[in-house]
T-cell receptor, first 113, second 112 residues
Framework: DAKTTQPNSMESNEEEPVHLPCNHS???????IHWYRQLPSQGPEYVIHGLTSNVNNRMASLAIAEDRKSSTLILHRATLRDAAVYYC??????????????FGSGTQLTVLP | DTEVTQTPKHLVMGMTNKKSLKCEQH?????MYWYKQKAKKPPELMFVYSYEKLSINESVPSRFSPECPNSSLLNLHLHALQPEDSALYLC???????????FGSGTRLTVV
């Protein structure tokens, strides 16, 4: 199974952009890159996903490297409410058990006022 | 309604008790899931239901017994649990197995 590597923790200042990196050097051609986040005392929340092209939605942007071996979740203006654990997850929706959402250790984002 | 509702929010049970966790969604999602999350750890998949049938059991001990009575409801029956089973139990649903998941806020279970 393809794995992801994320920093254990990151800090950001409020109202500044945040770039959360994720390495996935063994990604396969059918793996989608998903990001979820988990706020304190909440269940995980879907943020964004992509395959090859960069993606934008109301929550964030996803920048995917040309070789797809890494990606970056971009929060354009961090707020205190963005403090959470961010999970980068690979999902191969064509392949049996790999279709399931399997969480790695994630990055704990702290936003400083 | 775009939520997954889990009840109760907190549960304390003895090792000889029988209790049930409940999960409900009214989004028409046909896949539902149970995850277990220990403190400071990521969620771990326990069970997957697709079209009300159990499709994946991640080698979960038989003291955890899932049930999907209908397409909107998912239960997790608990019996003879151990203190190490204390955790946050999360329910999720998705339109199909390949889609994004919507999670509930979880039931925080303490076994004494």
């Amino acid at each position: 199974d393809a794995k992801t590597t994320q920093p254990n923790s990151m800090e950001s200042n409020e109202e500044e952009p945040v770039h959360l990196p994720c390495n996935h050097s063994t990604i396969s051609g059918t793996d989608y890159i998903h990001w979820y986040r988990q706020l304190p005392s909440q269940g995980p929340e879907y943020v964004i996903h992509g395959l090859t092209s960069n993606v934008n939605n109301r929550m964030a942007s996803l920048a995917i490297a040309e070789d797809r071996k890494s990606s970056t979740l971009i929060l354009h203006r961090a707020t205190l409410r963005d403090a959470a654990v961010y999970y980068c997850i690979l999902r191969d929706v064509t392949s049996g058990s790999a279709r399931q959402l399997t969480f790695g250790s994630g990055t704990q984002l702290t936003v400083l006022p | 309604d775009t939520e997954v509702t889990q009840t109760p929010k907190h549960l304390v049970m003895g090792m000889t008790n029988k209790k049930s966790l409940k999960c409900e969604q009214h989004m028409g999602h046909r896949a539902m899931y149970w995850y277990k999350q220990k403190a400071k750890k990521p969620p771990e998949l326990m069970f997957v239901y697709s079209y009300e049938k159990l499709s994946i059991n991640e080698s979960v001990p038989s003291r955890f017994s899932p049930e999907c009575p209908n397409s909107s409801l998912l239960n997790l029956h608990l019996h003879a649990l151990q203190p190490e089973d204390s955790a946050l139990y999360l329910c999720a649903s998705s339109p199909m197995i390949v889609d994004g998941y919507t999670f509930g806020s979880g039931t925080r279970l303490t076994v004494v």
